[in-house]
């Protein structure tokens, strides 16, 4: 069975969007083994210089490092751009290729580390648009479980 990491930055705290990650969660539990890693966000003063931006990044990183493995594949505004199909492909492929893990990371509001997006198989994009983190967090469970029902025929994608 299939591994889905999903590290992210930072804590929900709305209870709505809660429920929504809880709903896909308990779903994706028919398809893969699911392991969330919420992480300690660093703190930033109100209004942060790029020195101080660039070292929170770096400590975040780090505690990235400890989660990530197999296909790692970081949330960020300049990846890929992919439909349901073509997500779904890459974590069928993923596995048929021997990667019995993917983990896919979701940084601050400041972004991920370069190191973290270097350490990329795949970078990916949801959009052009910006979405809040937390919104981020819930369209991109809909995305991995509809990869997965994708994957297997179901009529959830149609």
Known sequence: MM??????IGRLKEEYLRSACAEYIKRLGRYCNFELHELDECRLSDNPSDKEIA?????EAEQIKRFAKGMIVPMCIEGKQLTSPELSEKIVSAGVSGQSTVSFIIGSSFGLD???KAMGTLKL???KMTFPHQLARV????????????????????
């Open 55 to 59: 070292a929170a990044l770096k400590k």
């Open 125 to 127: 994009s949801m959009s």
């Open 3 to 8: 591994n889905i990491n999903l590290i992210v």
């Open 139 to 158: 369209m991109l469970l809909e995305q991995i479980y509809r990869a997965f029902q994708i994957a297997e025929g179901g009529k959830y994608h149609k």
């Open 114 to 116: 370069p190191e973290i």
